[in-house]
């Protein structure tokens, strides 16, 4: 069928609807506004009013002064490297597209050669911290978790090694039927740097019995970093969003964290994570997280978290450019090289796998920000020299 090119395209003398009126500044956030501006905590209510409104860009104002008050306008990144020594995993996690089964024909577990030459690729392309996190294999005993950590730390010392999250010190504790706060002294004497924050997905429990019965319960998960925080360690905390969960989901998870740094003090950063919905059960019928969700998260959670030292939009979860426009939205951190990431890409991510710090710095610089190399812990990183890029290594033990 044709049509008459007026039909398809009615004429400028025909009423058009306009665009639908514009969000507009949100008066209800006027009182929220004051709070901030005179540093006041905001409360579960504030909370949920921010999730609320539309008006994203009196969000990003007040999340940028709280931002500039604590970091000013330096945004950190970090040259970094993930090992996921193995995606064999008891628990059936309904957002998890990297497990495996036992006998799946994806399962993997990497030997000692494989584990050390990642370490010794990271140490040689100048990465200051290796990321160490996987599945909780079946079979597997704590001591083959304990030795990744005593290895690497034993022929590369200087690398920083930010391993296990609260649910593998779990898991572990389940395995050796000891306290977690001896394994973690045992660890960390063999090398153990900090704590990843994964595994927190959504502490309350109507929205945590739906996609990870079973593993950590909220209580356990801040159980474990209130106990490595006491040994005078420090970690990171997560926040898997944009699925099942309702705002007041959220804003209780980032109100449980609060409280716990208020007792502590021991997190670093937030890291709020995107949900991916590719190759899981849980993303059958549901789309990934918007633009505009992504920004209200981030801004949110710097309003929500002020006692959180820094936000970080980890760029290999919100992208390249989401995460470049978030550093006015609240972050300070983008994360750092990563190069060999599994998590999200076995869950759909487009993000390139690996970011040079030229890249890094670029994207931080076009976004008005002062690039800082970091360690771990935050401490500005001198190099003597830049760094040059290098090639994936082979498999070899170090002599
Ligand atoms: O706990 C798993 C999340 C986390 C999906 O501490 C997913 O610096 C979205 O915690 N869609 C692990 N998210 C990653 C993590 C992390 C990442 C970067 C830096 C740090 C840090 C920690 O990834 C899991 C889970 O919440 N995750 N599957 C998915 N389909
Ligand atoms: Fe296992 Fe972690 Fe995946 Fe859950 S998210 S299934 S615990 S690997």
Redesign the pocket.
């Known amino acids: 069928m044709t049509h008459r090119r007026d039909e398809q395209f009615p004429s400028r003398s025909v009423a058009l609807p306009g665009p639908p009126p514009s969000p507009g500044r949100d008066p209800r956030l006027e009182p929220i506004r004051e709070k901030v501006f005179s540093g006041q905590r905001l409360s579960f209510e504030d909370g949920l009013l921010l999730e609320e409104t539309h008006d994203l860009l009196t969000l990003g104002e007040m999340a940028n002064y709280v931002r500039e008050q604590k970091n000013g306008s330096v945004t950190y990144y970090n040259v970094n490297m993930h090992l996921n020594p193995t995606n064999v995993c008891v628990y059936r996690c309904a957002?998890?597209?990297?497990r495996a089964d036992l006998k799946g024909a994806n399962a993997y577990v990497m030997t000692d050669e494989e584990i050390l030459a990642r370490a010794r690729e990271a140490t040689e392309r100048g990465a200051t911290e290796l990321?160490i996190?996987g599945g909780l294999h079946h079979l597997l005993p704590y001591e083959w978790y304990y030795n990744i950590i005593a290895n690497i730390h034993r022929y590369y010392p200087q690398l920083h090694l930010?391993a296990w999250?609260a649910v593998e010190w779990d898991w572990f504790s389940r395995l050796t039927k000891r306290p977690i706060r001896d394994l973690m002294i045992e660890m960390r004497a063999a090398g153990l740097g900090s704590l990843?924050?994964?595994?927190?997905?959504i502490f309350h429990p109507e929205i945590r019995s739906r996609i990870c019965d079973y593993k950590a319960d909220a209580q356990q998960w801040l159980d474990v970093h209130r106990q490595w925080h006491e040994l005078g360690g420090k970690s990171?905390a997560?926040m898997?969003y944009g699925h099942i969960e309702k705002p007041y989901h959220r804003i209780d998870h980032l109100l449980r964290l609060r409280e716990l740094q208020d007792q502590t003090g021991g997190f670093q950063?937030f890291?709020p994570?995107?949900?991916?919905p590719a190759n899981?059960p849980l993303?059958r019928n549901l789309p990934k997280p918007s633009g505009m969700m992504d920004l209200k998260m981030i801004a949110i959670a710097r309003l929500m978290l002020d006692n959180f030292p820094h936000i970080?939009a980890?760029w290999q979860?919100l992208g390249v450019k989401t995460a470049q426009v978030a550093q006015s939205w609240g972050a300070d951190d983008i994360?750092g090289t990563v190069v060999y990431e599994k998590?999200?890409h076995a869950?759909g991510s487009d993000s390139p796998q690996e970011l040079t710090v030229a890249e890094l710095e670029r994207l931080i610089r076009e976004a008005g920000r002062i690039p800082v190399e970091r360690d771990t812990l935050y401490r500005p990183v001198q190099r003597k020299q830049p760094l040059a890029p290098a090639q994936p290594q082979e498999a070899v033990l170090p002599a």
């Open positions: 957002f998890c597209s990297f990321h996190v930010k999250t990843p924050g994964g595994g927190a997905e990171n997560t898997l950063t890291i994570l995107a949900f991916h899981n993303g970080k980890y979860m994360d998590i999200y869950a």
